[in-house]
Structure formats: C-alpha cells, structure tokens
T-cell receptor, first 112, second 114 residues
Framework: GESVGLHLPTLSVQEGDNSIINCAYS??????FIWYKQESGKGPQFIID?????DKRQGQRVTVLLNKTVKHLSLQIAATQPGDSAVYFC???????????FGKGTHLIIQP | EAEVAQSPRYKITEKSQAVAFWCDPI?????LYWYRQILGQGPELLVQ????????DSQLPKDRFSAERLKGVDSTLKIQPAELGDSAMYLC????????????FGPGTRLTVL
C-alpha cells in the first residue's frame, strides 16, 4: 500500500505487503532527515536517517528515499509485519538549527 | 543497549501546581533536548542543551517553563504554574555531540493537568 498526500493520517496494509509512507518537507536547505516509529504510550524509536547529499539509504527491511527536487521523503518497509504497526514520523533538521522539526505522522495499520 | 531514562512516566496534577520532569541521557551524550508532544501531533522542540549550557530555548514558554542541566549530565524541566493546555507527553532526547546526527528519545513523561 502507499500513502498519498501529506496529511493522510492512516495507512492500512496487508501483512506481508510492502508499505510506503510519504512525507513532504518545507525547507530546501534542510541537511538531514530521519524517520521515527512511535508505538502507543512510548517515545519515538529511531528507524533510519539520511543526509541531504544522498538520495537513498537502506537498512534492515527499510529504505529511505529522498527527492530534493520536490522536497519529498519516503519510508519503505518490506514485508510488513504486525510489529510494524505504529505511528511513523518524518523529521528534518533545518538550516541553522540543531533540533528536529517533525511532520504530522502516519498511523500504519497492519491487516492480517 | 544504552537508553535515555525519564521519570516519572506519568504525572497528574491540578492547574496552578508545579511539576518537574527528570531526564538522564545516554552516557557520554553531550547534547540534550526537551520536546513536547501534544496528542496526535509530532514532537516540538522546547529547549536544547550542549553540556550544561542552553543553546536554543526560543520555543520555551519562559514565563512558566524552566530547564536546567547543572552538571551537564541529567536535566530537569519544570512547569510552574501548570495550565490545562500543558497536558502532553514531554520527551527527552540526546545525541553524542553537536556534530552527530541521530537523536535518541526516552520513553517520555505523560502529563495530565486537571
């Protein structure tokens, strides 16, 4: 399944399918981007990050893609599992700042 | 695996009372952040420390919020007096130093103001 648009709050996918979560960022001078997973009642958990001088980075079952031309970031999760169910946030580090600016989040729901 | 520690995990208070949250970053991490997360939204930065010094508190409501990191290790965030709109999750994060990229978050303190 694939989310479209910046503000889609929920993405529902079948277990075993690939998930794609999209995020648009606002500042073309942002130099660093990161994805976090947040389960209910817990703090954000680091998934994967990427610097602006790269366009793709892969981890275990996850891939982050960065398109600076359209200021778009995506997180791909391969073979989605029930444990992947959570809210996923993208965040950017804007020019001149060190703290992160977070997006609104996408709730990923896994259907059996 | 080292983690950011926070306490308490939950706090319920009445408006106009004072509350305090504590954070112990990952050992050796010089940079520490406090974020506030309102239910259904992403975290928002309140304050950033480098060692014991504040480097960014531009988003901290200084009339009621204060933060300190006296010895450059653990940190305390205080709200006095608490207001209904302060109900949120308060998250602490740390990273190795200003040159590092990845911030690691603690479990948060869920504050409810009645």
């Amino acid at each position: 399944g694939e989310s479209v648009g910046l503000h889609l709050p929920t993405l529902s996918v079948q277990e075993g399918d690939n998930s794609i979560i999209n995020c648009a960022y606002s500042n073309s001078a942002s130099d660093y981007f990161i994805w976090y997973k947040q389960e209910s009642g817990k703090g954000p958990q680091f998934i994967i990050d990427i610097r602006s001088n790269m366009d793709k980075r892969q981890g275990q079952r996850v891939t982050v893609l960065l398109n600076k031309t359209v200021k778009h970031l995506s997180l791909q999760i391969a073979a989605t599992q029930p444990g992947d169910s959570a809210v996923y946030f993208c965040a950017e580090r804007r020019e001149g700042a060190d703290g992160l600016t977070f997006g609104k989040g996408t709730h990923l729901i896994i259907q059996p | 695996e080292a983690e950011v520690a926070q306490s308490p995990r939950y706090k319920i208070t009445e408006k106009s009372q004072a509350v305090a949250f504590w954070c112990d970053p990952i050992s050796g991490h010089a940079t520490l952040y406090w974020y506030r997360q309102i239910l259904g939204q992403g975290p928002e930065l309140l304050v950033q420390f480098q060692d014991e010094s504040v480097v960014d508190d531009s988003q901290l409501p200084k009339d009621r919020f204060s933060a300190e990191r006296l010895k450059g290790v653990d940190s305390t965030l205080k709200i006095q007096p608490a207001e209904l709109g302060d109900s949120a999750m308060y998250l602490c994060a740390s990273k190795r130093d200003r040159g590092a990229d990845t911030q690691y978050f603690g479990p948060g303190t869920r504050l409810t103001v009645l």
